[in-house]
Nanobody, 121 residues
């Protein structure tokens, strides 16, 4: 069993910054891709940013140049630094990781419960 726990959400004024963290715990062999998604009220859950084990991260066009995703493999943790926040960034942010619990499996997707980010104008 693998658990993901997000932290760092909250209320911030437009133009401000927040840093989200998500730590994985449990039976972990390795973690493939890590990512952040968000879901605004009445909308679908969309990818914000993803980062592979090796390689370059990818970002939604709406956050390019403002958000930065990073990972600490030793801590099984992924971060999302969010700068120049806008009211339209308001959403519940979910952490997603593709986790291998043994050395001979491809990986399974796990999700955190989400953390609310509210940006006031």
């Amino acid at each position: 069993q693998v658990q993901l726990v997000e932290s760092g959400g909250g209320l911030v004024q437009a133009g401000g910054s927040l840093r989200l963290s998500c730590a994985a715990s449990g039976s972990i062999w390795s973690i493939n891709r890590m990512a952040w998604y968000r879901q605004a009220p009445g909308k679908e859950r969309d990818l914000v940013a993803g980062i592979p084990t090796f390689g370059r991260p990818n970002y939604a066009d709406s956050v390019k140049g403002r958000f930065t995703i990073s990972r600490d493999n030793a801590k099984n943790t992924v971060y999302l630094q969010m700068n120049i926040l806008k009211p339209e960034d308001t959403a519940v942010y979910y952490c997603n990781m593709n986790v291998r619990t043994t050395g001979w499996e491809y990986g399974t997707d796990y999700w955190g419960k989400g953390t609310l980010v509210t940006v006031s104008s």
